[in-house]
């Protein structure tokens, strides 16, 4: 019963709670998740609601105590404030497995279908002020120029061959082809190219999926706004990234890897769950199916979801070279000119090697962030010259018409969540409640009236997507803040929106 589960949850401190061992049969390490005084009611609830299981998810809390029993698990399972269930691992738990260990295994449903679902940030030197007289035609201008929507077809001329070379490159494809600048390479997480990646562990159907949308922005929470800064908390650090005042105008581009990522997933969960009876690996829930990381199906998949994250990369940049091209147009200007530099691009949807210390030692993990974006920390290696001494900039985007934020990794988060935080809202209603609950039109005269222009491929997923169906961003990032695991440093309010 829930009083019974309830004795295994402890409260560390304000934004930290501790799940025991013995909560969920087999856990090898204990759980942890960040949620403030706002955010806890709503765990608390799912879990109270569901000691019978709702819909095919488990309560998030009881995920992340599931994965506290896969085999290999170091540190703990974590979520992140923005935690809600998911396919197999919650979205916003965090996970790292020991390399070392024979035993250790990769899920797919650890990283999530929409591999390399992420964001990126673009700044310009416009004002509000400058775009303001022009918005409704910048926003139309944008929808003209970048293909969304479910079925959307891409406007980036691709052939087998050039895809195959996009999933191999990453964004060293879009530098070749011409759309991507030098800097954007340098500017982007694993600089846009994962290097195990192998186009030949994508399957052909998967392929297929993948060739008619490369550089399409696809539906669902995807978007592209037009930002201003709101506020500065972290004059230093938002000066790094070129964002000198509250008015600048940005945009931010929120996408993944469409058809192509959610085909890897699904083959790869075929693949391990024979993988799986072969090599006796037991889990406490079938959508937990996962495979050892040195078996023939978990390189296969780390190589496949390799080329899927490529795909995102590349599907990212060549949003962000019709965005330019859209600008440039709209102001009569070069993108050169409007200083349309990217400046930080994100993933919140993968497992990647990478070292952490570990009981006083070094060791190599492979890290699934399932809606969880990585933080690390001033001065660490992987991070571009420009923020060294900032930390890494984390992009946190909210639902439409809500704010976005730009944080900041910090030492702490390195040392307590392998270097992860947030990585936007959460749902806080699921999406058919969402359609039942909302009525379009009313969605999009409340951003009429907040003075965002708005332009959507399908209305009927406005409904889905609208802030009540998500829980509070600001509340999110400021448990993270609080937490220590991440640090404030601007605020962005939209004033235009692009959706599928």
Known sequence: SYQDQIKYIQQVNDVTYKIQKGFVPNMNVEGLFFVNQALKEMVFEELMSSTDSIGGFLPAVKQVANVAALPGIVGHSMGMPDIHSGYGFAIGNVAAFDMDNPNSIVSPGGVGFDINCGVRLIR??????????????????????????????????????????ALEMGIDWSLREGYAWAEDKEHCEEYGRMLNADPTKVS?????????????????????????????????????????????????????????????????????????????????????????INSVEGQ???????????????????????????????????????????????????????????????????????????????????????????????????TMGTCSYVLTGTDLGMKQTF????????????????????????????????????????????????????KDVTEVVNTCHQAGISKKTVKLRPIAVIKG
């Not at 079925?151 to 195959?164: H, M, R």
């Not at 490369?214 to 230093?236: F, K, R, S």
């Not at 491929?457 to 009540?468: D, G, N, R, T, W």
Request: aromatic share 6%; charged share 25%.
């Open 419 to 470: 270097g992860s935080t947030c990585h936007g809202a959460g749902r806080a209603m699921s999406r058919s409640k969402s359609r039942r609950n909302l009525s379009h039109t009313e969605i999009l005269n409340k951003l009429k009236a907040q003075g965002i222009s708005i332009r959507v491929a399908s209305p009927k997923l406005v409904m889905e997507e609208a802030p009540e169906s998500y």
């Open 124 to 165: 310009t030197n416009l004002t509000e002020k400058d775009v303001k007289p022009v918005k409704e035609q910048l926003a139309q201008t944008l929808f003209d120029h970048i293909p969304v929507g479910v079925g959307s077809k891409g406007v980036i001329p691709t052939t087998q061959k050039d895809l195959s070379a």
């Open 300 to 398: 296969d998949y780390l190589k496949g979801m390799s080329a899927a994250a490529n795909f995102a990369w590349v599907n990212r940049q060549s949003m962000t070279f019709l965005c330019r091209q859209a600008f440039a147009k709209q102001f009569q200007s070069t993108p050169d000119d409007l200083d349309m530099h990217v400046i930080y691009d994100v993933s919140h949807n993968i497992a990647k090697m990478e070292e952490h210390l570990i009981d006083g030692k070094i060791k190599t993990l492979l890290v699934h962030r399932k809606g969880s974006t990585r933080a690390f920390p001033p001065h660490h290696p992987l991070i571009p010259v420009d923020y060294q001494f900032t930390g890494q900039p984390v992009l946190i985007g909210g």
């Open 204 to 292: 052909v159907r998967a392929q297929k999926r993948g060739l008619p949308q490369l550089g399409t922005l696809g539906a669902g929470n995807h978007y592209c706004e037009v930002q201003v800064v709101d506020e500065i908390y972290d004059v230093n650090a938002a000066k790094k990234m070129g964002l000198e005042h509250t008015g600048q105008v940005v945009v931010f581009i929120h996408s993944g890897s469409r058809g192509l990522g959610h085909q890897v997933a699904s083959d790869a969960l075929r693949e391990m769950e024979k993988a799986m009876s072969r090599d006796k690996i037991l889990v406490n829930d079938r959508q937990l199916a996962c495979a050892k």
